[in-house]
């Protein structure tokens, strides 16, 4: 799909297609045209290679933000690799916590409590990788508190910087 946020009178869905490829959005093009394409200056989207291709191929202006929920689902699925990785690599005592725990190491923290905390503060406590991760999936969520674009960007780089020194490696793991 394809929506204006600042349509005439409001957002407007401006188009429905089949597929999530470049060539996909090709009927999308030919209808909008070439002139109001290049006049995009922004566009949200999620982290499809074929959209983001398609509209930077359209829209030589284009300022693309990827939305909160894709961005958090991507940081989720990194720490369930992690998981993943720690079950294959555990003992037998680590394989006994990480079973079944998927859930409440994918949660938010402030929405896990009673037991179900205490045996997410033991996982995390017994598995150096699992703590890293989770903590840094936890911190990049502050990044939606900030109101100023300048503390938003040093935030990224702080948390990059973060990643980075972590050392936090995903055998098997797409680049």
């Known amino acids: ?35 109001r394409a290049e006049r995009i200056k922004v566009g949200v989207m999620d982290m499809g290679k074929g959209f983001i291709n398609s509209f930077k191929a359209h829209c030589p202006n284009i300022a693309i933000i990827y939305d909160k929920f894709h961005i958090v689902r991507h940081l989720l699925e990194v720490l369930n690799k992690v998981r993943n990785q720690e079950l294959r690599y555990a003992g037998e005592k680590l394989k006994g916590l990480l079973a079944g725990k998927k859930f409440i190491l994918l949660s938010r923290q402030a929405h896990v409590r009673g037991k179900p905390r205490e045996a ?49 490696k995903l055998k098997n793991a797409r680049k």
């Open 120 to 168: 997410l503060n033991q996982l995390l406590s017994l598995s150096r990788h699992l703590f890293k991760a989770h903590l840094l999936k936890g911190n990049f969520t502050h990044l939606w508190s900030y109101r100023s674009k300048t503390w938003a960007k040093k935030f990224g780089q702080s948390w990059k910087d973060t990643l980075k020194w972590s050392r936090l």
């Open 1 to 35: 799909m394809v929506s204006a946020l600042d349509g005439q009178e409001g957002p407007e869905l401006l188009y429905i297609g089949e597929g999530r490829k470049e060539e996909d959005l090709r009927g999308f093009w030919d209808w909008f045209g070439k002139e």
